[in-house]
């Protein structure tokens, strides 16, 4: 499909251990988000990866999350040493994201595509 | 700072009556507007978004919304609700001059009854 694709789309795990979520971009897209939605807090964001661009890492609520960008596709988010609060839905979301010169008005470049999401319990 | 506040997080109407949701925001500069909607177990999908022109967006599934910067506000509507639009609703913010994420309303969830 052409839509951003994240795996797994379950993942059940004990406090403690390390997790990894995976996130796959619609094609041709520079800029890809996470996002966190949980009961308690809602739609939080976590990470942004532009381009080679350094990633935002405002939104990380914790050194114990962590994201990376191979090969500006792919994106990757850990979890180490989780605990129960960070069971919640992990979105991805992906953009074409900005590319040199002034910005577009109206331009498609803004609009964020969401994947389904991985949904995190933690035991 | 900016914040999204959406009045109400459930939302009934009857099938075939208006739906108005609610979102205000805060920015000191004209944000970026979008609405997403998110059916059970599903990502976020786009409805529509403001970014500059028109005021009245339209966007899909019959929705729309405008953009009153007087009001800070971006209320969505649909003239008349289906079963299916049964779902909840998220209004978002973008700031146009510093940084790229979205910030999220609290969502409103929309039921309607037959």
């Known amino acids: 499909g052409a839509g951003v694709s994240q795996s797994p789309s379950n993942k059940v795990t004990e406090k403690g251990k390390d997790v990894e979520l995976r996130c796959d971009p619609i094609?041709?897209?520079?800029?890809l988000y996470w996002y966190r939605q949980s009961l308690g807090q809602g739609l939080e964001f976590l990470i942004y990866?532009?381009?080679?661009?350094?990633?935002?890492k405002s939104g990380l609520p914790s050194d114990r999350f962590s994201a990376e960008r191979t090969g500006g596709s792919v994106s990757t988010l850990t979890i180490q040493r989780t605990q129960q609060e960070d069971s919640a839905v992990y979105l991805c979301?992906?953009?074409?994201?900005?590319?040199?010169?002034?910005?577009?008005?109206?331009?498609?470049?803004?609009?964020?595509?969401f994947g389904p999401g991985t949904r995190l319990l933690v035991l | 700072a900016q914040s999204v506040t959406q009045l109400g997080s459930h939302v009934s109407v009857s099938e075939g009556a208006l739906v108005l949701l609610r979102c205000n925001y805060s920015?000191?500069?004209?944000?970026?507007l979008f609405w997403y909607v998110q059916y059970p177990n599903q990502g976020l999908q786009l409805l529509l978004k403001?970014?500059?022109?028109?005021?009245l967006v339209k966007g899909i599934n019959g929705f729309e919304a405008e953009f009153k910067k007087s009001e800070t506000s971006f209320h969505l509507t649909k003239p008349s609700a289906h079963m299916s639009d049964a779902a909840e609703y998220f209004c978002?913010?973008?700031?146009?001059?510093?940084?790229?994420?979205?910030?999220f309303g609290g969502g409103t969830r929309l039921m309607v009854k037959p």
């Open positions: 979301a992906s953009s074409l994201g900005r590319g040199g010169g002034a910005r577009t008005s109206g331009s498609t470049q803004e609009t964020q595509y």
């Open positions: 094609s041709g897209h520079t800029a």
């Open positions: 990866f532009q381009g080679n661009s350094a990633p935002d």
């Open positions: 920015s000191s500069v004209p944000p970026y």
């Open positions: 403001y970014t500059t022109g028109a005021t």
């Open positions: 978002a913010v973008r700031l146009n001059n510093a940084g790229n994420m979205l910030t």
